[in-house]
């Protein structure tokens, strides 16, 4: 059985930070292209940042570059977002996913609210 399971969330006054992990378990986690969404109230999801299976390669939606780090520690079946100088539009539940070729899973979501 296939498991995604995020965690860290909580609540943060601006200008903070925060480390989501996402922790996989039933695959072969190493092989799979992993991925952060969010779904901010009454908004689309939208990609937050993603890694490579192999290499780590990173990309970033505009709206974190330069504040958001996405890691993955492949011995942990593990990924990481850590997140910094946070923003009230970054208030929205966090979720994991998990792609190789056609086969996707998605966790249950994590919320994060930037408040102060």
């Known amino acids: 059985q296939v498991q995604l399971v995020e965690s860290g969330g909580g609540l943060v006054q601006p200008g903070g930070s925060l480390r989501l992990s996402c922790s996989a378990s039933g695959i072969t986690f190493s092989n799979y292209v992993m991925t952060w969404y969010r779904q901010a109230p009454g908004k689309e999801r939208e990609l937050v940042a993603t890694i490579t299976a192999v290499g780590g390669s990173t990309e970033y939606a505009n709206s974190v570059k330069g504040r958001f780090t996405i890691s993955r520690d492949n011995g942990k079946n593990t990924m990481y977002l850590q997140m910094n100088n946070l923003k009230p539009e970054d208030t929205a539940v966090y979720y994991c996913?998990?792609?190789?070729?056609?086969?996707?899973?998605w966790g249950k979501g994590t919320l994060v609210t930037v408040s102060s």
């Open positions: 996913n998990a792609r190789y070729s056609l086969v996707r899973y």
